[in-house]
């Protein structure tokens, strides 16, 4: 059984960084899908970015391109999301998610997963 919880939220002025953890339990290693979701206040839930265990290709929402980086490292079972350039438009509630042979056009919908951690606060705001 795979568990996250994901850690590193916080309040951060525009234009600053910050890195999300997720401490995955149990085995990813093969043809799973780890991702990043987001949820502002009063809207749906949104795919940010998601890793392939097997291969590692990385795929990005368009509004993140460029200034976040999904990673992760097998060693320690974390996945991150390294956020740079935030915008207020970023604040939401992330979440990690996880789930086998999703498919590369599938990613971002939030429908496609099974296991979710319970969610980090992240501000942006002057």
């Known amino acids: 059984q795979i568990q996250l919880m994901e850690s590193g939220g916080g309040s951060m002025q525009p234009g600053g960084s910050l890195r999300l953890s997720c401490e995955v339990t149990g085995n990813t290693r093969s043809g799973y899908f780890l991702a990043w979701f987001r949820q502002p206040v009063d809207k749906e839930r949104e795919g940010v970015a998601a890793?392939?265990?097997?291969?590692?290709?990385?795929h990005y929402a368009d509004s993140v391109k460029g200034r976040f980086a999904i990673s992760r490292d097998t060693a320690k079972n974390t996945l991150y999301l390294q956020m740079n350039y935030l915008k207020p438009e970023d604040t939401a509630v992330y979440y990690c998610?996880?789930?086998?042979?999703?498919?590369?056009?599938?990613?971002?919908?939030?429908?496609?997963?099974?296991?979710w951690g319970q969610g980090t606060q992240v501000t942006v705001s002057s």
């Open positions: 890793i392939h265990t097997s291969g590692g290709q990385t």
């Open positions: 998610a996880a789930e086998r042979d999703v498919g590369s056009g599938r990613w971002v919908q939030p429908k496609n997963y099974d296991t």
